[in-house]
């Protein structure tokens, strides 16, 4: 096998990729194309090759050439335009669709409904991962284009099952590889189902099995070309479950690592989760975050800048590489007024890639993201089921301006958690053996660990534990009575003196919603928790709703809102209920607090930073040998319309006078430190030990501060 180090250029890239279109062939001028890379200070361009079409002849039968291309060989003209700027060429190809010429030729290749008739999309049927489309034509086709092009990258898009929101394969190859594998035959969607479970999972396996097939086509032909398809994670999971994308079970076969951030999907903080989540499970690989020009209806419609700069800089914040997709850009019909901010922001990164490239992360917390928990926990409903969670955890380290790295859930290792100070499982309610068994080490090891909900109640395929991960750990028994969908309940501060609840002066109460789960423990406590359940006050059961008149509290329970133990040498503190789902639902900044007040009662924890002043901000501290880098990721923007869709970022709110305080390396000795977006230096102060303090005067859509060290 080829070491990583053949594709290092992927670690500090910056990269385009650029969709053509079947009337672009004939037209296409390749040096314009070229020369809009360089002015984005591209290192490489990605530009469609072959799979739907041809964009080069080919010889392959029935891989049709663009109907405009004539003679041209588009794939060596490009490839000759970039070389004479100093531009990586990459491939594109789609096999999620072929012709209806070679579905006359071979049906058995294409994805079928359930009736067993094939599906269209664009007059081209819809082809399947497991048949011979993929598993031979796209072979065929991969080894020719490696074979007589120097490319040194190949970039697959719709690479999945039920590509373009198509139904699920019923095709014969399908049903007899399921049933060879587990001999069931393909079930109907019941979450409920352990074989539609098994089923869900099996396309996670096929998906990988195809990478590993075209990683080792890429290796007889061209071994020196980076095979880096697309995936995508947690939010545009209703794209990427049917589809069989799951970024660990594909990573072992691929060179780079390839995520998309499409704008399809409301939070705009997932870009910056894609980029930790990538930075965490594959160190060694490069690769980058694929953000797009386009709106996703709109392909040739530009994206705000603010809303551009924004979305990109919270991938370099991580140390990952920003990419960027555009569609249509010579065509006289496209929106232009984007362009000139984003080249701006990419130059800005081109001058300081010392700056993030190869920086570790310095986060003493790691969020653990379960794709598991959000399928087989999630069932039909992953989004209130799991993710809003995982968003509320997230959202909680923003607002309290935490720095944080995620981990996947299905690859936690007692020496990858040993890392951390704290670790927290926004209800990780699916998890393996080998997963609880890390993390019941790494607590008893003098770990800290905080849990809500149904974190590690299940195995990963769903199944009920006899013996939970609190009961590992602490003893805690379910009674199997969970009160459901509450509103208007509370939590009452029956000891406000609990740092815990540190920030909470002047309330009595914190707002409670949604589900609580009842367990008990071996050691009940002879005094009440400092948070204890207020049952919801209101008229009638369930509703939420009681007269002004009548709206008294009358009972305060006993029953611990926080459960708090010492394990081993380490610490849990577990939620039962739901704070960071219902403060993303609702933005409660107090349930944030809560959540943020668990993680830093970690033994030791100090904030390696602290942002002090207004705004949501994203976080982040990187370290190398020579320099500490502190960048801050504004999120603040006005309000607008809710088109049921997403909002449109039209402007950021400028923040101003931040007052930072790092804690710095003693080999830092300087009095200033340098802001990388504003191009200038400023003064620090030095406090005690070796903490300094500096003010930022504004923080548009984003700053770096590079400490540089000695």
């Given at each position: 096998?080829?070491?990583?180090?053949?594709?290092?250029?992927?670690?500090?890239?910056?990269?385009?990729?650029?969709?053509?279109?079947?009337?672009?062939?004939?037209?296409?001028?390749?040096?314009?194309?070229?020369?809009?890379a360089k002015s984005f200070s591209l290192d490489a361009l990605g530009f469609s090759?072959?799979?739907?079409?041809?964009?080069?002849?080919?010889?392959?039968?029935?891989?049709?050439?663009?109907?405009?291309?004539?003679?041209?060989?588009?794939?060596?003209?490009?490839?000759?335009?970039?070389?004479?700027?100093?531009?990586?060429?990459?491939?594109?190809?789609?096999?999620?669709?072929?012709?209806?010429?070679?579905?006359?030729?071979?049906?058995?290749?294409?994805?079928?409904?359930?009736?067993?008739?094939?599906?269209?999309?664009?007059?081209?049927?819809?082809?399947?991962?497991?048949?011979?489309?993929?598993?031979?034509?796209?072979?065929?086709?991969?080894?020719?284009?490696?074979?007589?092009?120097?490319?040194?990258?190949?970039w697959a898009n719709a690479a999945q099952f039920s590509p373009w929101h198509t139904?699920?394969?019923?095709?014969?190859?399908?049903?007899?590889?399921?049933?060879?594998?587990?001999?069931?035959?393909?079930?109907?969607?019941?979450?409920?189902?352990?074989?539609?479970?098994?089923?869900?999972?099996?396309?996670?396996?096929?998906?990988?099995?195809?990478?590993?097939?075209?990683?080792?086509?890429?290796?007889?032909?061209?071994?020196?070309?980076?095979?880096?398809?697309?995936?995508?994670?947690?939010?545009?999971?209703?794209?990427?479950?049917?589809?069989?994308?799951?970024l660990d079970y594909t990573e072992p076969h691929q060179d780079g690592i390839v995520?998309?951030?499409?704008?399809?999907?409301?939070?705009?903080?997932?870009?910056?989760?894609?980029?930790?989540?990538?930075?965490?499970?594959?160190?060694?690989?490069?690769?980058?975050?694929?953000?797009?020009?386009?709106?996703?209806?709109?392909?040739?419609?530009?994206?705000?800048?603010?809303?551009?700069?924004?979305?990109?800089?919270?991938?370099?914040?991580?140390?990952?590489?920003?990419?960027?997709?555009?569609?249509?850009?010579?065509?006289?019909?496209?929106?232009?007024?984007?362009?000139?901010?984003?080249?701006?922001?990419?130059?800005?990164?081109?001058?300081?890639?010392?700056?993030?490239?190869?920086?570790?992360?310095?986060?003493?917390?790691?969020?653990?993201?379960?794709?598991?928990?959000?399928?087989?926990?999630?069932?039909?409903?992953?989004?209130?089921?799991?993710?809003?969670?995982?968003?509320?955890?997230?959202?909680?380290?923003?607002?309290?301006?935490?720095?944080?790295?995620?981990?996947?859930?299905?690859?936690?290792?007692?020496?990858?958690?040993?890392?951390?100070?704290?670790?927290?499982?926004?209800?990780?309610?699916?998890?393996?053996?080998?997963?609880?068994?890390?993390?019941?080490?790494?607590?008893?090891?003098?770990?800290?660990?905080?849990?809500?909900?149904?974190?590690?109640?299940?195995?990963?395929?769903?199944?009920?534990?006899?013996?939970?991960?609190?009961?590992?750990?602490?003893?805690?028994?379910?009674?199997?009575?969970?009160?459901?969908?509450?509103?208007?309940?509370?939590?009452?501060?029956?000891?406000?003196?609990?740092?815990?609840?540190?920030?909470?002066?002047?309330?009595?109460?914190?707002?409670?919603?949604?589900?609580?789960?009842?367990?008990?423990?071996?050691?009940?406590?002879?005094?009440?928790?400092?948070?204890?359940?207020?049952?919801?006050?209101?008229?009638?059961?369930?509703?939420?709703?009681?007269?002004?008149?009548?709206?008294?509290?009358?009972?305060?329970?006993?029953?611990?809102?926080?459960?708090?133990?010492?394990?081993?040498?380490?610490?849990?503190?577990?939620?039962?209920?739901?704070?960071?789902?219902?403060?993303?639902?609702?933005?409660?900044?107090?349930?944030?607090?809560?959540?943020?007040?668990?993680?830093?009662?970690?033994?030791?924890?100090?904030?390696?930073?602290?942002?002090?002043?207004?705004?949501?901000?994203?976080?982040?501290?990187?370290?190398?040998?020579?320099?500490?880098?502190?960048?801050?990721?504004?999120?603040?923007?006005?309000?607008?319309?809710?088109?049921?869709?997403?909002?449109?970022?039209?402007?950021?709110?400028?923040?101003?006078?931040?007052?930072?305080?790092?804690?710095?390396?003693?080999?830092?000795?300087?009095?200033?430190?340098?802001?990388?977006?504003?191009?200038?230096?400023?003064?620090?102060?030095?406090?005690?030990?070796?903490?300094?303090?500096?003010?930022?005067?504004?923080?548009?859509?984003?700053?770096?501060?590079?400490?540089?060290?000695?």
């Open positions: 096998m080829t070491s990583h180090s053949q594709y290092s250029w992927l670690r500090s890239s910056l990269v385009m990729i650029m969709t053509l279109r079947e009337s672009d062939a004939g037209s296409w001028n390749t040096e314009k194309m070229a020369d809009f090759v072959g799979g739907i079409m041809a964009f080069y002849p080919s010889d392959i039968p029935l891989h049709p050439r663009a109907k405009t291309l004539g003679e041209r060989d588009l794939a060596a003209e490009m490839i000759a335009s970039l070389a004479k700027r100093g531009i990586r060429p990459i491939a594109r190809i789609d096999p999620s669709m072929a012709s209806r010429a070679l579905y006359a030729e071979r049906p058995e290749w294409f994805a079928q409904d359930k009736s067993g008739a094939p599906v269209e999309v664009h007059g081209h049927f819809i082809t399947c991962p497991n048949g011979g489309y993929y598993n031979d034509f796209m072979i065929r086709v991969v080894e020719e284009i490696l074979t007589r092009y120097a490319f040194d990258g190949l139904p699920q394969c019923h095709c014969t190859v399908c049903q007899q590889k399921f049933r060879a594998k587990t001999g069931k035959a393909i079930p109907d969607e019941n979450w409920n189902d352990p074989v539609w479970r098994q089923y869900n999972e099996w396309r996670y396996e096929c998906i990988a099995e195809w990478n590993a097939r075209v990683q080792a086509a890429k290796m007889r032909v061209r071994p020196s070309c980076a095979w880096m398809p697309l995936s995508q994670v947690a939010e545009s999971w209703d794209h990427s479950r049917v589809g069989g994308w799951d995520l998309e951030a499409q704008r399809r999907y409301a939070n705009m903080f997932w870009p910056g989760l894609e980029a930790r989540y990538m930075r965490s499970l594959a160190p060694e690989k490069g690769g980058g975050i694929t953000t797009s020009y386009f709106l996703p209806w709109w392909r040739f419609y530009r994206v705000p800048v603010a809303e551009n700069r924004m979305w990109a800089g919270q991938v370099m914040a991580q140390g990952v590489m920003p990419w960027i997709h555009v569609t249509g850009y010579q065509k006289e019909q496209f929106d232009h007024r984007g362009l000139d901010g984003l080249r701006e922001t990419f130059a800005v990164f081109d001058r300081n890639r010392e700056t993030y490239m190869e920086a570790k992360p310095v986060a003493d917390l790691a969020l653990v993201y379960s794709r598991h928990s959000l399928d087989n926990f999630g069932h039909k409903d992953p989004a209130a089921r799991y993710l809003d969670h995982f968003r509320g955890a997230y959202n909680a380290m923003m607002d309290q301006r935490l720095a944080f790295d995620i981990l996947s859930g299905n690859r936690l290792t007692a020496e990858m958690l040993a890392r951390y100070k704290a670790v927290m499982l926004p209800n990780a309610a699916c998890l393996s053996d080998a997963a609880c068994a890390a993390l019941e080490t790494y607590v008893r090891n003098g770990g800290h660990l905080v849990s809500t909900y149904r974190s590690g109640d299940f195995d990963e395929m769903g199944a009920p534990r006899e013996t939970t991960l609190l009961g590992r750990l602490i003893g805690a028994k379910g009674t199997g009575v969970t009160w459901k969908s509450l509103r208007a309940a509370y939590a009452a501060i029956r000891d406000p003196s609990s740092p815990l609840l540190a920030g909470f002066e002047g309330t009595d109460l914190l707002p409670v919603a949604g589900d609580i789960t009842f367990m008990r423990t071996d050691d009940q406590p002879a005094i009440p928790a400092p948070l204890t359940l207020v049952p919801p006050v209101e008229g009638e059961v369930g509703s939420g709703i009681s007269v002004p008149e009548f709206n008294t509290i009358d009972h305060v329970t006993d029953y611990p809102m926080i459960v708090d133990r010492r394990v081993g040498k380490g610490r849990i503190i577990h939620f039962p209920w739901q704070p960071d789902l219902i403060g993303f639902r609702y933005g409660f900044r107090d349930l944030f607090r809560l959540i943020a007040n668990a993680v830093r009662q970690a033994e030791g924890w100090r904030d390696v930073a602290t942002v002090k002043g207004p705004g949501l901000i994203d976080l982040s501290v990187m370290e190398k040998s020579d320099r500490l880098v502190v960048s801050l990721v504004n999120f603040s923007a006005p309000g607008s319309f809710n088109t049921g869709q997403r909002r449109i970022i039209e402007e950021l709110i400028p923040l101003h006078d931040l007052e930072i305080t790092v804690d710095v390396p003693s080999s830092f000795r300087r009095d200033r430190v340098r802001l990388v977006f504003a191009e200038r230096e400023i003064p620090v102060t030095r406090l005690d030990g070796n903490r300094i303090r500096f003010t930022l005067p504004r923080l548009e859509a984003m700053e770096t501060i590079e400490m540089l060290l000695g």
